[in-house]
């Protein structure tokens, strides 16, 4: 099966930063894409941004300019750096693999266990 590992959560002032990481294992034959979604009380899971194989990248409009996702393919793992944190910001942040297991299964998405990132003002 596969597993993801999140870390990098915890309790920031606005205006700081925090590093998040996902650590994918287990029977990966090759991955499509990896991201990070948020989910704040209340309110339903969003998309905060997205790396391809290829490196393309998409981004949430209220998150543009400020976070960066970026990933390394020989750790299986991808990065969102946040800067310039908001309270608005403040969410269970939840990392999305889509990969293949075997080469004659589909690509299905896995989740993380998520993590929790609060903004103070």
């Known amino acids: 099966q596969v597993q993801l590992v999140e870390s990098g959560g915890g309790l920031v002032q606005a205006g700081g930063s925090l590093r998040l990481s996902c650590a994918a294992s287990g029977s990966i034959f090759s991955i499509n894409a990896m991201g990070w979604y948020r989910q704040a009380p209340g309110k339903q899971r969003e998309l905060v941004a997205t790396?391809?194989?290829?490196?393309?990248?998409n981004y949430a409009d209220s998150v543009k300019g400020r976070f960066t996702i970026s990933r390394d393919n020989a750790k299986n793992t991808v990065y969102l750096q946040m800067d310039s944190l908001k309270p608005e910001d403040t969410a269970v942040y939840y990392c999305?693999?889509?990969?293949?297991?075997?080469?004659?299964?589909?690509?299905?998405?896995?989740w993380g266990q998520g993590t929790q990132v609060t903004v103070s003002s």
């Open positions: 790396i391809t194989n290829g490196g393309s990248t």
């Open positions: 999305k693999l889509k990969c293949q297991i075997h080469p004659t299964i589909s690509p299905k998405n896995y």
